[in-house]
């Protein structure tokens, strides 16, 4: 027999995924949920491009969130609150806030089994809206069971992942582990062993036994590391950077059709950070690699190994011989973002400016240079619940967060643009300028995956 709560949760999650009005029944619930979050935000003010969002009905104040996104950052959460969203007071923000109040490390136990997480869940810091709790009880509920129904994972996952439950997430949306819990233990270890074979074989020989272009592209590694997330210091520890050194070799031996590619080494860092943080607390400007041991060390290592390498599998071409892939989708993001805002569009053409001039680096490192260091896991999170379909999706990303200027592109000229762009105001962005780029990107998306003729050319 069922509990009570149980089944007011499963009331809650029909009343979640249920439509809100005709025009939408056929849209998954993500865009439900979208929806109403950029009707909460803009409330009748109009995307670039003309795109109106009108209501037809106000819903009730609690289905209004903030942003898509349920999960926050600590430092988000202790900053004071936006003066443009509702919500509860700081007191009813704060839950279980994690004491954080002391300096330097602590180590963190082995938390790879989302069972065991699970109990630990009033250690994660909430986000300002009562539906967190909601999604992370469902997010609970779903990594819980013997096989995770990777469908409904990806859903949750597109609007956030909790911090603490990110890294089994990564895992298992990459397919590096995999759903059956069951087997997922003998899995990692088995890939881990894998990854320290191949280091021993390819990375730890002497320049003896390596040809030429192998060591040209060690050294090109090398110097690359360092320059890796320059402003954020935990990438200058000597110990971090030998090991992304040792996780892109690796990845390039073991890829000769691409090789070593500037801008792989951005990618590499978000997994590092995340699978990190199962070991490490406090912020990430305190954290000490050399406080961990080799092993761990090493596990973190192939993780971040099989996930970049699972990443890298769905978009080959972007980093093969003049990487096709990657001006493909320039030019689909130059078509777009002709059809959503022509005046915009005209105006770069006639300056002059090649949407390669400053998209290439956005497709090549997946905006990782972009924006403030501390979004990126979140961006990451919508970008790994995309699966197969993210290179496409990438499109929609970034007609929005280029379109997050319009106003400010009209009115400068040639020099002024490219200067622009290469030095976008992102320094002080938080987590809802973030969400609302993804959330116009969504929206965007559905309406032209539904009319493939207007990007016809």
């Not at 809100?20 to 619930?29: F, G, Y």
């Not at 041991?293 to 599998?313: G, R």
Request: hydrophobic residues 35%; charged residues 25%.
């Amino acid at each position: 027999m069922k509990s009570n709560n149980s089944h007011s949760q499963e009331e809650d999650l029909k009343k979640e995924t249920s439509p809100t009005n005709s025009h939408i029944t056929t849209l998954d619930s993500r865009f439900n949920q979208t929806l109403r979050n950029v009707q909460g935000l803009l409330k009748g003010r109009s995307f670039p491009g003309k795109v109106l969002i009108t209501r037809r009905s106000d819903p009730p104040d609690g289905a209004i969130l903030g942003s898509p996104g349920a999960s926050r950052s600590p430092s988000e959460i202790d900053s004071p609150p936006n003066k443009h969203m509702d919500g509860p007071n700081e007191d009813q923000i704060r839950m279980n806030k994690p004491d954080t109040s002391t300096s330097g490390n602590k180590l963190k136990p082995s938390m790879s089994n989302p069972e065991v997480r699970s109990n630990e869940a009033p250690r994660f810091v909430m986000g300002a809206r009562a539906t967190d709790t909601a999604r992370l009880m469902k997010f609970t509920k779903v990594l819980g069971g013997t096989t995770v129904i990777l469908d409904k994972l990806r859903e949750l996952a597109w609007s956030g992942v909790p911090p603490y439950l990110r890294p089994n997430v990564w895992r298992l949306l990459l397919g590096y582990a995999p759903p059956n819990s069951d087997r997922r233990e003998g899995v990692l270890r088995r890939k881990r062993t894998e990854y320290l074979d191949c280091v021993a074989q390819y990375y730890d020989i002497s320049d003896n036994e390596r040809t030429d272009e192998e060591i040209n592209m060690l050294r090109q590694i090398a110097v690359d590391c360092p320059r890796t997330v320059p402003d954020v210091t935990f990438f200058q520890q000597a110990a971090v950077q030998k090991s992304l050194e040792r996780i892109l070799y690796t990845w390039a031996i073991r890829h000769p059709a691409s090789g070593y590619v500037q801008g792989i080494n951005d990618l590499a860092t978000p997994f590092l950070v995340v699978f990190l943080s199962e070991h490490l607390e406090g912020s990430i400007d305190n954290w000490s690699i050399a406080d961990l041991d080799p092993e761990k060390i090493s596990d973190v290592e192939a993780d971040c190994y099989w996930c970049l390498s699972k990443l890298l599998d769905g978009m080959q071409d972007h980093y093969t011989f003049a990487q096709p892939g990657i001006q493909r989708l320039v030019f689909k993001l130059k078509e777009l973002v002709r059809r959503i805002d022509e005046p915009v569009a005209k105006h770069i053409d006639e300056q002059g400016l090649e949407f390669l001039q400053f998209a290439f680096r956005w497709f090549n490192c997946l905006l990782i240079r972009e924006i403030p260091f501390h979004l990126v896991t979140r961006l990451w999170d919508t970008y790994l619940a995309e699966g197969d379909a993210l290179p496409d999706f990438l499109v929609y990303i970034f007609a929005s967060f280029l379109l997050t200027w319009s106003d400010k592109l009209l009115k400068l000229d040639f020099q002024e643009m490219v200067m622009f762009l290469q030095h976008l105001p992102t320094n002080n962005w938080s987590h809802q300028e973030l969400e609302m780029v993804l959330s116009r990107a969504f929206m965007w998306h559905t309406m032209f995956d539904s009319c493939p003729n207007h990007l016809a050319t």
